[in-house]
């Protein structure tokens, strides 16, 4: 209590010297120059506060270059449209309305080609639908005599932008048409009330909707023809780096449980990478959802059709996120005080180990499939030894009491021991247990993420690897070819297991 | 077999006569009447699938109402934007710009107050640098003469996009200014281009900012004054609702493990209602981070100060989805396969349900802090029967070989049946180890979960529920007394805890 009165006393006392000696110092220095060593402080504070985000900045152009070209292509549209003011024959046909294509090129050139897509085809079906039912709405309140006019179309706007607001909150519209309905409201709000003013209602509509076509055209071409950056290929490799990261965290993870070796102490990045991981897995979601939604709006790219089953990448997320889950228990367990004592964890290290290599090897194996879309000749040999390594494991626990209890065993007369030492060795097995039935848990979904993928597989139709290399003396089905190992690679991994 | 037969050749049959009769139906009838009946189907199938959708549409609207008070809000503002043109004296005053409040109106008003002061603040702010940027520049590209001009232009607009769109996907600055960065590119270059034929340009620039200012004020007042639906309260609200909902979850998984009543049969929204509880906290996270987005541009409403400490929620809810994965886990357990044979799970129904219903009541607790925003007075209690019931159960585990071997204890001379029956056991014992590992797990998250609300309620400054009622004998500061229960309440503590 003394001591630390003291050594707030001491804290005060140092503010008390510091202001003292601020105080004996500024009056040599000047006021002047005292403003002018704020100002420098000022000043290099924000230099480095500005360096600090130039650097960061650049970091992410480095990181993904693709988002720079994304910027130079929006910079390159503007000015390619802007050229509509500056050519007067274009100017002169369009006229003022030429804004119009500069909106809609701001508002609609986004990253990827689904997003653009999506954005530019609600903004054409919104915008013309929107005019033609304003025309209809003036028609009628123009036929309806001066007073009624400002009425029918006051209410008319009225009811019409509350109802196309309310359908936004209908997951249905809002997945498909929720920027068109914006776009609704606004055109319709527009044009109703416009023709109130304005007497060439009709040209301007027209005049409207080209400079919006042009816009959309423009942005179209830009975003095809100029390094398109697709949201179904971004949602693919996101899939399977995050499968890959997954895999990754798992090992990282077991391995560093039972790592004794001094290997460790150099693998200061193990921790954060592991944890990343299945992190990373769990944070996805949003995403996924997003790119699924793009993914659906573009055409045939690549290697994906145009109906290529974007939704069941969707499912293969859900199914990783549930094991990323557990990994996520798996990895608390492991961290939690209570550990297993050093010489069961050895005794079940090696057997622990292969469960996890062989879970995170069928991981790997389907990210590969996912990758190169190709079904892989060898996940059902890596199931079957992830299978067979969780029955060792699980054999193994079994026989955890055998080992454990033999000295206790050849004195079976000292009841008493007997009991507390048996006692202790459950109490001690409980970490290992949990961390053998969580790991047991994990390949059950890892199996689960296999399905899925399957699935996939079977939807878009996935070849082979075996087919592509010998087609010939293969006259089975695709199914059978795809999920069958030829002789010659089941001896090479069979030899490679021993 | 045979029976199946004869029911598919009945089937068969039946489809036959069905097709008969419609042969010999149909041409009595005569294309006309089929065509009349094709429609009809097809109206049919129309008006059901419109019915459904009105159904599911009306059910949002009942669920919550503020949607429907939304939706009208955004239809009032608009009706009102719209007398700008029907007064004349006003659109004498501001022209055909007055387009560009209802474009403001439409895009700005959004759902939550803020997210419009969001937007509002942004496209005010934006509008106004990139009018005044665009100035400078139109200044600098007229001097230079009539060739340089276009370029000028044009190189301006192609650099300011581009960098403005690349500023878009620095974390930092999406978070505060993504809207403003689209606005500030649309304004810039329009006035950029507009300069080049437009000759009243500042005059034209007044006018537009002048219509924004009216849109945004507009916006501003119905969003603040009609039915506000606040950001902060809503992430308030999700939050304590998915910490009850976790609550109920972990209960209703343990409940449903260890029911051994007849009474389970008759609940049959059990694992739903289980379900959604974690499912719901894992999947918030997207609302979470934007509700806190905009939170943070509200002014102080209710219970919440300006300055509330909406970051600390984006912790509890991360805490929370941990503890999630962790209930996950054990859902996923519990519904394996693997189950510990009745005996044992009845010797520890009592004690797990103790834990999860201990772990579940700190829970609510903590809920209802946040609820209430009133520091709880028995959280401490709660905490303390919660690791009471831990320790409880870890000693149960302890205690578990003693209840398991007494018959092979009292025969140690039959070694080889003791060594079967106590492997056996420990295996049958795995799945409730598991179990019970996981609760435990669980209520440490628990205690995660507690210390984040316990530094909301710190930064927050909480009141406590005792200080409510007798603020007289406090004379210390707000932050001590919160933290501190007063000497009354501990004694009754002790004498509780006793």
């Given amino acids: 209590m003394a001591h630390q009165e003291k050594a707030t006393s001491g804290v005060e006392w140092r503010i008390t010297l510091e202001d003292g000696s601020s105080k004996s110092l500024?009056?040599?220095a000047g006021p002047v120059s005292r403003i002018w060593a704020g100002l420098g402080g000022l000043i290099a504070g924000l230099v480095l506060k500005v360096r600090e985000f130039l650097r960061r900045a650049w970091d992410i152009g480095v990181d993904d270059p693709r988002k720079v070209i994304h910027c130079l292509k929006v910079g390159m549209a503007l000015t390619a449209v802007s050229l509509f003011y500056f050519m007067r024959p274009l100017y002169n046909g369009l006229g003022g309305n030429a804004m119009w294509a500069i909106m809609t090129v701001v508002v609609v050139l986004e990253n990827t080609v689904g997003a653009t897509i999506y954005k530019c085809s609600n903004r054409v079906f919104a915008t013309t639908l929107a005019g033609f039912l304003a025309f209809g709405v003036h028609w009628v309140a123009s036929q309806s005599g001066q007073e009624f006019e400002p009425?029918?179309?006051?209410?008319?706007v009225f009811i019409l932008a509350s109802a196309t607001t309310f359908s936004r909150f209908i997951p249905s519209v809002k997945a498909l048409f929720d920027y068109g309905a914006l776009i609704f409201i606004l055109t319709f709000s527009l044009v109703t009330v416009s023709g109130y003013r304005v007497d060439k209602l009709f040209d301007m509509a027209c005049q409207r909707i080209s400079t919006i076509l042009i816009g959309t055209c423009l942005c179209l071409l830009v975003t095809l023809f100029i390094c398109p950056i697709w949201a179904g290929e971004e949602l693919h490799v996101l899939i399977?780096?995050?499968?890959?990261?997954?895999?990754?965290?798992?090992?990282g993870c077991v391995d560093e449980h039972f790592d004794y070796n001094d290997e460790h102490k150099d693998s200061d990045k193990q921790?954060?990478?592991?944890?990343?991981?299945?992190?990373?897995?769990?944070?996805s979601k949003a995403t996924e959802e997003s790119m699924a939604k793009f993914a659906r709006w573009e055409p045939a790219h690549g290697r994906f059709n145009f109906k290529h089953p974007w939704q069941q990448y969707l499912k293969i997320g859900a199914s990783m996120r549930s094991c990323a889950c557990c990994v996520a228990a798996l990895n608390s367990c492991i961290d939690s005080e209570n550990q297993a004592p050093e010489f069961i964890k050895k005794h079940l290290s090696n057997i622990c180990l292969k469960v996890s290599s062989s879970s995170s090897s069928v991981l790997k194996e389907v990210a590969k499939t996912i990758k190169t879309m190709k079904r892989s000749s060898s996940i059902e040999l890596l199931v079957e030894e992830m299978s067979?390594?969780?029955q060792d494991l699980q054999h193994e626990i079994k026989s955890l009491p055998k080992l454990l209890s033999p000295p206790e065993v050849l004195h079976p007369e000292s009841k008493e021991t007997d009991d507390t030492t048996s006692t202790i060795h459950l109490l001690d097995v409980i970490p290992v247990v949990?961390?053998?039935?969580?790991?047991?848990?994990?390949?059950?979904?890892?199996q689960a993420i296999v399905?899925?993928?399957?699935?996939?597989?079977?939807?878009?139709?996935?070849?082979?690897?075996?087919?592509?290399?010998e087609k010939q003396n293969q006259p089975n089905t695709n199914r059978i070819v795809a999920?069958?190992?030829?002789?010659?690679?089941q001896t090479v991994k069979a030899l490679e297991r021993v």
């Fill in 26 to 28: 500024v009056p040599d």
């Fill in 151 to 156: 009425l029918i179309t006051g209410a008319s």
């Fill in 240 to 251: 399977s780096r995050n499968m890959d990261k997954l895999a990754n965290s798992l090992d």
């Fill in 271 to 283: 921790p954060d990478k592991k944890l990343l991981g299945y992190k990373c897995v769990l944070s």
């Fill in 388 to 390: 067979s390594a969780v």
């Fill in 434 to 446: 949990t961390l053998a039935s969580l790991m047991i848990e994990i390949s059950s979904r890892v």
């Fill in 451 to 469: 399905e899925t993928v399957e699935e996939l597989a079977e939807l878009a139709q996935f070849k082979g690897e075996v087919q592509e290399k």
């Fill in 483 to 489: 999920s069958q190992l030829n002789d010659d690679q």
